[in-house]
């Protein structure tokens, strides 16, 4: 596993990462799919030999809510349709922790479920908050799943200035998958989980 011996530094420059992604300029972006509520982009990721994702989409509620559904706990795995299990490992102060969490298996399949253990962090960013996670290299492994591996990604959330009530939430999501999968499988199936992701958080709030 990574080294988690001082917390708080690890923390800060994951969320100095996200910071710097959410400052990357318009033009370095293509648009992957479009839908009537959300846009998700894609450029090619410096972490690894996949895609960076970035999306966007106004969610009719307030910050401290839609991070409440996001965020590590309980509220998480009541709508996430592609999340099956989730436990947290580890909590630390200053809403730290490491969860492990498993996926459903997409495409018919093609892509089967996977495992995640990441280490995430929310703290308040602008007038929002921002939530924020990266995979760890934990020793346990289960050998129903294949192990994936989340390099920096967040999310977000901060009031619209003109109606407080609702919220902008853009999300950057660099997922490495593993496995035998066809990078065009891979595409095809993070847009839309993006989308959908958009989809089953407006019916849960």
């Known amino acids: 596993?990574?080294?988690?011996?001082?917390v708080a530094?690890?923390?800060?420059?994951l969320k100095n990462t996200l910071i710097q992604y959410h400052s990357i300029e318009?033009?370095?972006w293509r648009v992957a799919k479009k839908t009537k509520d959300v846009t998700v982009w894609r450029k090619p990721s410096e972490e690894f030999n996949g895609y960076l994702y970035k999306a966007q989409g106004v969610i009719d509620d307030l910050v401290n809510s839609i991070?409440?559904?996001i965020r590590p706990g309980p509220c998480r795995l009541d709508w996430d349709s592609l999340m099956t299990s989730l436990d947290i490992l580890e909590n630390f102060e200053e809403n730290c922790c490491v969860m492990r969490y498993t996926t459903a298996g997409q495409l018919w399949?093609?892509?089967?479920?996977?495992?995640?253990?990441?280490f995430s962090y929310t703290?308040?960013?602008k007038e929002g908050l921002l939530s924020c996670g990266i995979s760890l290299d934990w020793d346990e492994k289960r050998p129903e799943f294949v192990r994936g591996y989340n390099h920096p990604c967040g999310w977000f959330c901060v009031p619209l200035k003109d109606n407080p009530n609702q919220s902008l939430l853009t999300g950057y999501i660099q997922t490495d998958l593993r496995g035998m999968i066809?990078?065009?499988a891979v595409d095809t199936a993070m847009a839309s989980t993006l989308t959908n992701f958009y989809g089953d958080l407006r019916k849960a709030l």
Do not use: W
Request: hydrophobic share 35%; charged share 30%.
């Open 1 to 6: 596993m990574e080294s988690l011996s001082d």
């Open 67 to 69: 991070i409440d559904h």
């Open 26 to 28: 318009e033009d370095k």
């Open 123 to 125: 703290v308040g960013y």
């Open 9 to 13: 530094a690890f923390a800060t420059k």
């Open 182 to 184: 066809p990078q065009s």
């Open 109 to 118: 399949n093609i892509i089967s479920p996977r495992e995640f253990v990441d």
